[in-house]
């Protein structure tokens, strides 16, 4: 089986295990939200916010620079497993003391056994990192997202049983943990490593450059996609900051589900070819071709018809958090490629790119989300129409040299589904104001989404004949 081959089996496989496993998990939520109260869902959240901080710090990239690696003898991996054991067994362990400290800072002493349980994961993380490398070395996306899938079911059945059994907020914590005990039994049945781990590091020397990459990369974007959020929170209050909130939810659910899947089996495969600087160019143009023939009907779909999401999914109380929504989805099919292009980069061993473009976003956007907040949700969403640009270009002028393209390359592959997606934008409005003004919502909404897709169908396969054959090759396999 060939790369592309490969790479599309993945994708089929992760896609479909991960709408699997999300369609399961929401029910079991569903239930398990009626059982619960908010009180343990705050006393979760208190615990998660510095666990997930913590846990960017203990990957330290180092299942991203096993993966991307041209080549690894045994005593490598043995270096990185005994990396992996000090970094998280030192996180555990600061966790476990730490944990009254978080407890003081939010004058909630039932937190700190919480976050103590919660240090376990980094155990069982230490046993888990290097057959998932190991596995997303390999291509095999299909045994990882079966492992994935029991994991993900398994913590939610425990997390239903205890719930149903009275157990409040421990019923969190205990699927959390069943899920991470799970997921680190299945991959070391599909990849068992036996190596002692070595700690000494001389001769990784390039791993763990790579690796603190990565890790600086992930810390400011944990700056960068919260600021938005920080500086909400602290200047428009609650309500305001819930209206924002919910826009964000809404436009990026597609982006974050769709984003996550391509870039975990991007970096493999760019890997692999990482040193055929034409066969990367063309597998990443092909890439963008299509999730742009994807993205942009969506999410610009999504904001052409925002009144009705609004009104028939969160209802008239949520009418204020429209125009953000509109202005949210208009920016993020160009927003899906930052991330691409840094997953990209990484597959070529040049972490050193996304950091420096990660630290653009964060010197342009964070400054101007405080100015934009003074126009409230609104002026949040206007900043990222406005100067999300910016960092979209500086990524293309960073990013697409290394590779022999330039931004005219890139945004021309890009151009057919904006175009359609565009004309289709104009022709909902037009049905909008010509055809259905009288309609309720339900049937309007539904007239609207067939005007839209039978408009950009029919332009697609008239005006993008390449990218349509693509996409059926692509579904096709």
Request: charged content about 10%; aromatic content about 10%.
């Amino acid at each position: 089986m060939n790369l592309r081959s490969r790479v599309v089996s993945g994708l089929k496989w992760v896609a479909a295990v991960r709408f699997l496993a999300q369609l399961v998990t929401w029910s079991i939520t569903i239930v398990v939200v009626r059982l619960l109260t908010p009180a343990d869902y705050g006393l979760l959240a208190m615990a998660t916010v510095f666990v997930e901080f913590l846990t960017m710090l203990a990957q330290f990239g180092v299942g991203t620079a096993i993966v991307q690696a041209m080549e690894l003898d045994d005593r490598k991996f043995r270096q990185m497993f005994g990396f992996v054991i000090l970094v998280d067994l030192g996180i555990m362990i600061l966790l476990v003391f730490g944990a009254p400290l978080i407890g003081a800072y939010f004058s909630e002493p039932r937190v700190v056994p919480i976050a103590r349980a919660l240090s376990l994961q980094f155990f069982f993380a230490i046993f888990a990192t290097i057959p998932s490398a190991h596995l997303s070395r390999q291509l095999k996306f299909k045994v990882q997202s079966v492992v994935e899938l029991s994991g993900g079911l398994a913590g939610g059945a425990t997390t239903l049983v205890l719930a149903l059994s009275g157990f409040g907020v421990w019923a969190l914590v205990g699927g959390i943990l069943t899920t991470a005990i799970c997921r680190t039994v299945g991959l070391n049945i599909a990849s068992p490593y036996f190596g002692w781990p070595e700690f000494s590091f001389g001769g990784a020397r390039q791993l763990l450059l790579f690796g603190r990459n990565v890790t600086l990369g992930r810390l400011l974007w944990f700056v960068y996609s919260q600021s938005d959020i920080l500086v909400a929170g602290r200047l428009l209050g609650r309500e305001l900051l819930g209206l924002y909130a919910v826009s964000m939810h809404l436009a990026s659910l597609p982006v974050n589900k769709v984003s996550s899947t391509i870039n975990d089996v991007s970096l493999p495969a760019f890997s692999m070819v990482q040193r055929d600087r034409k066969a990367f160019a063309g597998y990443f143009l092909m890439a963008v071709r299509q999730i742009s023939l994807a993205a942009f009907p969506v999410l610009w779909g999504m904001s052409s018809i925002a009144p009705e999401v609004v009104s028939i999914l969160l209802g008239e109380a949520w009418a204020s958090a429209t125009l953000p929504l509109q202005l949210i989805a208009l920016i993020m099919p160009v927003h899906m490629f930052g991330p691409f292009m840094n997953t990209a980069a990484m597959g070529m061993g040049r972490s050193d790119i996304p950091l420096k473009q990660v630290s653009l976003a964060v010197l342009i956007m964070s400054p101007m989300f405080v100015l934009g907040s003074r126009w409230g949700p609104v002026g949040l969403a206007a900043v990222w129409v406005t100067m999300y640009p910016l960092v979209f270009i500086g990524g293309m002028k960073l990013f697409l040299p290394a590779i022999g393209l330039r931004i005219s390359d890139m945004m021309g592959a890009m151009l057919r589904p904006a175009l359609a997606s565009l004309a289709m934008y104009v022709a909902v409005a037009l049905a909008r104001m010509l055809v259905v003004p009288t309609l309720g919502q339900g049937p309007r909404m539904a007239i609207l989404v067939l005007v839209g897709v039978v408009t950009y169908g029919a332009l697609t396969i008239a005006t993008n004949p390449k990218g349509w054959r693509e996409f059926l090759d692509l579904v096709g396999g």
